[in-house]
């Protein structure tokens, strides 16, 4: 049975792309530190990659990147770092995370930081645990809403009225659809309500989490005649709001009875199973529901007055809001937020009907969500391809597959050009959002499919005209976008160092092999017989030896640059070698300086405890971070995987054989 030094798991509410960005990104931040890795992710089509017992038991630490429930129990005693999965989408990002796993100490529960600083952060973080049991149920309700949404817009193509048997245009097949369309979202709720609860209380936490949103959508049955209570009675529901508040109270109950009931003899855990935690449960949920039914229809009524008069408000203000909450994180808490909010009045809109005001007004809502969620991608692709010469060839990839991912209804394309440059680049996808959202208001689109992208128009009311408001968005977007990245190409190129020209009488030397003034390790940039007392010594010495060799110019700015990034993790390796890298506006030219000590450098974190005997301190300009400082980095960390190469440079005292050795592996 393969071991792995680092198992993962990753999980996002929807399960489409998050979760395997976040796979890959720790897939490559382990390779980059020569680690093995095994990443689980939870995703629509379910658990991937699953980990076995052993896999378990035999790695040396565990990364969580998850906004739903990934069983993270089956891990305790491990070394461990749980985070949202917004926190490992890129490689730098996921690096962090896996040093400080391995930095964390196991314990008897599931730990969630590395120390007891990031547990507070992370583990005891309320609101990151709210939004996880709440995704948790919104992941599982989506795939409710997606099919039931689309099988009732699908019944609408024989007429608005083709389910009724009554009308002119009724046809048979669209009243099964729309009926098998209805029982599915009708299932929205309950189904919200009871995977909030089976992340808080396990699978105990189903059944009252079930029967509470049941009652969330049908309310407190009264009799009209009597006005008391009366179970053949009608009731006010409170949709989805309820849905939420029964899913936490069921969960928390579930928890409440599991002390209550912990002095029971283990020989009756079947009875506890099987008759007391469902019998109990569901009684305490049940009647605390039905009790605050009133309240909680009247909380209900409110929100929709409130959205409803952001419409009357007019276009501008309602795509304004819709807008910047679906490109504000790409998928992530706040475009979940308009996203849940969107399905919520679709399922209300479906339920009163075509024709009718809630009808036009949260298909109206449905489709300006969906078009802020198409536009970021595009805005990606119409870049890539207008200003194709200031984007990498990866980005120029990513954002031809990004038009695939818009027209399908999927944002997360474009995180990783975000994430890159935040300002201004989440703003402009704002921009492009709220002017898609605006304009499907103000053409009166209607989308009865919650999901699909473009594979959805048929039957969306006034296509043509949500495809034109969506394209005009990515437009002015992607001219927004390509106007920033051409003016950060063109600093960037102004800020890149002349190269001096090369006398006549030298012309000679460039028939040498790999012109050595292209190498980022200099022969006088190797010194092999220092002795330092600390890190920080050893840090302050390359700090002043790059700017007494031109390559950066302010020693202090270097230093709190390596500073920094130890903050952050430390880049202590194994078998006494350390990576530290400084990224700063003060280094003008990528270099690598290299200091051994043979005695070693004590206080620096190493993943073996060992000493460091060899920094090889990595120097990139402020500009060049992600681009030359991950190439530079990621080839460093293979060079140490291989024995021969640790063994030359860690045994050498011949600085270019050292600076030879490096350079080979840098080509």
Known sequence: MAKFDIIAATGCPTGIAHTFMAKEALEKAAAERGLTIKVETHGQVGVENELTKSEIAGAKAVV???????????????????????????????????DRALAAKGDDTVAAGADVEDEVEEKESIGH???????????????????????????????ITSFDSTAADYNSFAAMLKIIGGIAMNLMVPVLSAYIAESIGKRPALVPGFVAGMIAIQGLPVNADTGMIDAGGSGVGFGFLGGIVGGFLAGYVILLLEKVFSKIPASLNGLKAIFLYPLCSTAIVGLVMLGISGPMAAINQGMMDFLQSLGNSGPVILG????CMCAFDMGGPVNKAAYATGTFLLGTALEAGVGTETYNFGTNFMAAVSAACIVPPLITTFAV????????????????????????????????FMTKNIWPVMPIMMVGSSIASILTIFFNVHDPAPHGGFLVLPVVENGPQWVLAILIGAVVGGILFVAFKKYDFEKNQKAAPVAKPVEASKAAAVEAPKAEAADFVKVENVFVAEDFASRDEALSFVSNQAVKAGIAGDADAVMNAFLA????????????????????????????????????????????????NVAIALLIPGAQAGTTHLKILSKVAEALMDEDFRATVKGSTDAAEIAKTINARLV
């Open 64 to 98: 969580v990147a998850a906004d739903k429930d990934v069983q993270a129990e089956r891990f305790a005693g491990k070394p461990m770092v749980s985070v949202g999965v917004s926190k490992a989408l890129s490689v730098e990002a996921a690096g962090k995370l896996i």
């Open 129 to 159: 645990v709210i939004y996880k049991h709440l995704m948790n149920g919104v992941s599982h309700m989506l795939v409710f809403v997606v099919a039931g949404g689309v099988l009732t817009a699908i019944s609408f193509l024989w007429g």
């Open 320 to 323: 304004l809001a819709i807008g």
């Open 385 to 416: 391809v207008v200003g194709k010469k200031y984007f990498s060839q990866e980005d120029h990839d990513a954002g031809i597959v990004n038009l695939i991912l818009g027209c399908t209804h999927i944002t997360e394309g474009a995180i990783p």
């Open 565 to 612: 990034r130890e903050a952050e993790g430390t880049t202590g390796m194994m078998e006494g070698f350390a990576i530290p890298h400084a990224k700063s506006d003060a280094i003008t030219e990528a270099a690598v300086i290299v200091v051994k000590d043979e005695s070693g450098v004590t206080g620096w974190d190493t993943m073996d405890g060992a000493p460091v």
